[in-house]
């Protein structure tokens, strides 16, 4: 990954997360710069317009910062990251977590997570734990 692509990964989940939901964090940590983390996107015309990140230096693999630009939202781009991710964290034979928005519950379900325990707040943002151990659900695009 070039430089100006992180940045532009990087740009998208600040769009998302801090200027349209409103989310108060430090949204770019140590974590992305981590030689265990990996980075998937997907670009449109050169632009990514859907990321997310798998961090693979734990017992568990975790999945995060899934974030779709607002004008290219309802296409499957999310769908066709987290499949491949979820190859990928296959592959490391762990099992993958994830903290979840949890109006995303039923999303997340359609891949095989399962809720893990209640609901809690993540930055001000009701937050499910879900844990996913196998093969992904048929997901209907």
């Known amino acids: 990954m070039t430089a ?8 998208l989940r600040v769009s998302v997360f801090v200027a349209e939901q409103g989310i108060i964090c430090e949204e770019v940590d140590d974590l992305d710069r981590a030689e265990t983390t ?3 996107w997907l670009e ?16 568990v693999v975790r999945i995060g910062r899934v974030a779709t630009h607002a004008g290219h939202r309802r296409r499957g ?14 592959a490391t ?3 993958v977590e994830i903290h979840a928005q949890a ?10 997570f399962e809720r893990t325990g209640p609901d ?4 001000g943002v009701d937050h499910t734990p879900m844990t996913w151990r196998g093969e992904p659900q048929a997901v209907d695009a």
């Open 120 to 123: 809690f707040l993540e930055e």
């Open 77 to 90: 781009y999310s769908e066709q990251l987290m499949r491949v991710a979820l190859q990928r964290a296959a």
């Open 38 to 40: 990996v980075h998937l």
């Open 4 to 11: 100006v692509q992180m940045q532009r990964i990087l740009q």
């Open 93 to 95: 034979g762990r099992p």
């Open 103 to 112: 109006y995303l519950e039923n999303w997340y379900g359609k891949f095989g």
């Open 44 to 59: 449109v015309e050169g632009e990514p317009v859907s990321v997310l990140r798998l961090l693979l230096d734990g017992p």
